[in-house]
């Protein structure tokens, strides 16, 4: 069996199959590797099972340099950009052999692997070179990655809908909408990553879904370089200081916050020199805090108003669930609106999104498509992702 791109526009051939799946994800914060491995039953998309989920640490230097190239610094040398590439796949690999092997699971048990990959450029609209060629860039060989795992791997999700005139992201709506619609209520789901994004879930209409701006991308950056940790436990650095007004207007000032949806974002937008230019200088380092966590949950609450004011309850999931700070001001600009964790309704919020990869491969072997025009702006829908066999 050769590897094969995943192409087809006429998706809908079959059920999908059954069986364990193993979804991998490192977002926009480089945090970890989380990996689930997922239990789906036959013909449904509806019914599926975390049967473990582990986040794996990144290799420290390996971590930095994943942040420098995904918030814009200098471009590397091809040869060092080819060594990271298999870098990021054979620790894909390690996390996933690691996962399988604590759940006491052969790797030929696992009908696929999802992989997403680290993203180091999202340009849906183009880079600066003349703007007229939009690409995504996700690293981390899918075939070294099934090399070296010994499992079926679909990696590459985002550049098909991307080469369809979408934006390739936000990914999870379809599989959120499989999961957690509900035809009795307006429901949101919200996944506070790095970036935060929203699947609109109306009880009756179209799924919609976008990113709606930084989560804790610039918390981490801006904890890390003032506390020395990689993010600020439940938002106690935050809670330490207070918003500062000026600061906060001159934030959501930012154009990218009036785009209309379809719109995804990453770190080459949202990053610490961008937000540096917005200081005036002898801010203290926890107001600052308290107003990046502000500008998280204020933008959420705008976006959410703007387009589905009608909703009455939002998912979240995301490492800013264990964000308390967080979560109570997102609340707070949502009055009548119940804010709570998707672990209320069987989805563990820390891997919500590997489960979604976990999910996403098995639409692809089945010939399904995974992505939702009505969300990325693709024109139509479309079978993701380069299937890459095992043998």
Not at 3 to 20: I, V
Not at 140 to 151: K, L, N, T, Y
Not at 171 to 200: K, S
Not at 241 to 256: I, S, T
Request: net charge negative; glycine share 14%; aromatic share 6%.
């Amino acid at each position: 069996m050769t590897e094969t791109s995943s192409t087809r526009s006429d998706a809908g051939a079959g059920l999908p199959p059954s069986g364990l799946y193993l979804g991998l994800i490192s977002g926009t914060s480089a945090d970890g590797i989380d990996a689930a491995l997922v239990r789906f039953a036959a013909g449904t998309p509806t019914r599926c099972e975390l049967v473990l989920g582990r986040t794996y640490a990144w290799e420290a230097r390996l971590r930095e340099r994943l942040v420098e190239l995904g918030q814009g610094g200098d471009a590397r040398a091809l040869e060092e950009l080819g060594t990271l590439d298999v870098q990021v796949a054979e620790a894909f690999a390690d996390a996933a052999t690691a996962l399988i092997g604590e759940a006491g699971i052969a790797a030929d048990a696992v009908a696929a692997l999802g992989s997403h990959g680290q993203t180091v450029r999202h340009r849906p609209a183009g880079a600066g070179y003349d703007g007229r060629h939009p690409f995504t860039w996700q690293i981390g060989d899918g075939a070294v990655i099934a090399e070296r795992s010994g499992m079926t791997t679909v990696a590459d999700f985002r550049r098909r809908d991307v080469a369809a005139g979408g934006h390739g992201a936000p990914l999870m709506p379809a599989f959120h909408a499989a999961l957690l619609h509900d035809p009795g209520e307006d429901r949101a789901a919200l996944n506070l990553g790095g970036i935060a994004n929203f699947t609109l879930l109306p009880a009756r209409g179209e799924v919609r879904g976008f990113d709606t701006g930084p989560a804790n991308c610039l918390l981490d950056a801006w904890a890390l370089r003032h506390l020395g940790t990689p993010y600020d436990a439940d938002g106690r650095f935050a809670a330490s200081g207070a918003v500062d007004a000026g600061l906060l207007a001159r934030l959501r000032g930012e154009p990218w916050f009036a785009l209309p949806p379809p719109k995804s974002t990453g770190r080459e937008q949202f990053h610490l020199t961008w937000l540096e230019a917005q200081l005036r200088g002898g801010e203290a380092p926890q107001d600052v805090q308290a107003t990046l966590l502000e500008l998280s949950a204020i933008t959420v609450a705008d976006a959410l108003r703007a387009h589905q004011p009608a909703t009455r309850r939002v998912l979240a999931c995301g490492g800013g669930v264990r964000n308390g700070a967080l979560l109570a001001r997102i609340a707070a600009h949502l009055p009548g609106v119940t804010v709570e964790s998707t672990a209320a309704y069987g989805l563990d919020p820390d891997f919500v999104e590997a489960m979604g990869f976990a999910w996403l491969a098995r639409q692809t072997l089945a010939g399904l498509p995974g992505n939702l025009p009505s969300v990325t702006g693709a024109r139509g829908l479309r079978v993701l992702g380069c299937v890459h066999p095992v043998a």
